[in-house]
């Protein structure tokens, strides 16, 4: 992305309200960090992660460099070890959550080489991110798995479990189709269909809403499901 890009995606598509949600859910989970559970402090890694190098690339961006791809490397190595963490603490099952560990671990492992001897730091990480779109799917449907193994008695609109994993099954899926929407148009000499643009940022906008809902039940639960590694 171009810094001209950018600019027209701040306006057009509404980036100073994605990053307003972002602060929000970061301030919140600075402001009830005692009262989460290692899952909730998972979630909130996620939006710290998102929020910190969203802003660092936008500043790089308009101030100094000519394209935030750098940055989008940075964030899926840290992502993919936050979300394997915070996985890992919302099932059940322990085998299971030692897989999301090492899993993310691995996955990160490989981030970080695509990024130096695959990509390219300065090229934007398409096949990482692929990669990665798909393990956040395959990670949902395991824990919605999970859940339906071990149901609790609390409605699933009140669990910020399910907040989180039916947002990220949504938004991930939604990604890893956008991307391969993309490389098709790519190989036909054709421009990707601007809405598949539009879907991605009303995703993230949904992402981060769905989140921030999920720390805030979080906050609230006296006894809850999650159980230790």
């Known amino acids: 992305m171009t810094a001209d890009e950018f600019l027209y995606n701040y306006v057009y598509f509404g980036l100073g309200p994605y ?21 909730g402090k998972g979630l909130w890694l996620i939006i710290a992660i998102s929020l910190i190098v969203e802003l660092t690339g936008s500043y790089l961006l308009i101030n100094s460099l000519k394209t935030n791809n750098p940055p989008f490397h940075l964030i899926n ?5 936050a979300y ?3 996985f890992s603490k919302y099932v059940s099952t322990k085998k299971l959550a030692q897989g999301f560990l090492y899993g993310g671990l691995l996955l990160a492992a490989y981030s970080f080489i695509s990024t130096f001897w695959i990509e390219g730091l300065h090229n934007y990480p398409t096949q990482a ?9 395959l990670a949902s449907l395991l824990t919605f798995g999970d859940m ?3 149901p609790s008695r609390v409605a699933l609109q009140r669990q910020g479990i399910f907040w989180f994993v039916t947002a990220t099954l949504i938004f991930y899926a939604s990604t890893f189709f956008s991307y391969a ?9 054709e421009r990707r269909p601007e809405w598949a643009g539009n879907l991605i940022n009303g995703m993230n906008y949904y992402l981060y809403i769905s989140y921030t809902i999920a720390l805030w039940l979080d906050s609230r639960k006296e006894k809850k499901r999650i159980s230790t590694v």
């Open 129 to 137: 991110i692929t990669v990665f779109n798909a393990a956040l799917v």
């Open 181 to 189: 929407l993309a490389d098709f148009y790519t190989e036909r000499g």
């Open 148 to 150: 339906l193994r071990k």
């Open 84 to 86: 394997g963490w915070t």
């Open 77 to 81: 190595c840290l992502h993919l070890l």
């Open 19 to 39: 990053y307003f949600i972002l602060i929000c859910g970061f301030l919140f989970g600075i402001y009830r960090w005692n009262r989460f559970s290692a899952a």
